[in-house]
């Protein structure tokens, strides 16, 4: 079975400062790597995905990040955030396409002026 | 496009009701997953149904199913409420060839007194 593991529940950090937050997994077999945002009172939006390939990751909004098979991480990094960053973020794996995605816990990000 | 539309927006229900929750796929999708997210808790995925029929079915009892109707739009039914469902309910569609791109409504907040 996978499982999602989000170290951090909660990180403040100033704006325009760098962030990462951290994401492992453990499944038996290849995986497809996600991290979704929530903004308060919605849905989740999707901000990039690992599917193969380069394990460098761009995303949306200046986000990016590395899939690292060893450690089984997938941290989410951007360099300078911003006000409108403070929001939920979740980690997500998937084993097979069309299968389930399997969410961590969620670390929330705040973003103070 | 109007995305992934779920109604209603929030409800209030009785312990031992009963409920039906409704989702619209993006235009274009065949395929709807259901998702319960706890408060303070990462989404946990109930069901999904392609073709009319449910394909995978997380943990949860038989007190929740579900249907997908011709025109790919699905309900979820959560039978004798117990406080403890409540959650907001996120429907997310997407193309059976291609569950990486997964769309995500806004939910459905679902309050159990």
């Known amino acids: 079975a996978q499982s999602v593991t989000q170290l951090d529940s909660q990180v403040p950090v100033f704006e325009e400062a760098p962030v990462e937050l951290r994401c492992n997994y453990s499944s038996s077999v290849s995986v497809y790597l996600f991290w979704y945002v929530q903004y308060p009172n919605q849905g989740l939006q999707l901000l990039l995905k690992?599917?193969?390939?380069?394990?460098l990751v761009k995303g949306i909004n200046g986000f990016e990040a590395e899939f690292n098979k060893s450690q089984t991480s997938f941290h989410l990094r951007k360099p300078s955030v911003h006000i409108s960053d403070t929001a939920e973020y979740f980690c997500a794996v998937s084993e097979v396409e069309g299968q389930n995605f399997v969410f961590g816990p969620g670390t929330r990000l705040s973003v103070l002026p | 496009d109007a995305g992934v539309t779920q109604s209603p927006t929030h409800l209030i229900k009785t312990r031992g009701q009963q409920v039906t929750l409704r989702c619209s796929p993006k235009s274009g999708h065949d395929t709807v997953s259901w998702y319960q997210q706890a408060l303070g808790q990462g989404p946990q995925f109930i069901f999904q149904?392609?073709?009319?029929?449910?394909?995978q079915r997380g943990n949860f009892p038989d007190r929740f199913s579900g249907h997908q109707f011709p025109n790919y739009s699905s309900e979820l039914n959560v039978n004798a409420l117990l406080l403890g469902d409540s959650a907001l309910y996120l429907c997310a569609s997407s193309l059976v060839s291609m569950n990486t791109e997964a769309f995500f409504g806004q939910g459905t907040r679902l309050t159990v007194v």
């Open positions: 690992y599917l193969s390939g380069s394990t």
């Open positions: 149904y392609y073709e009319e029929e449910e394909r």
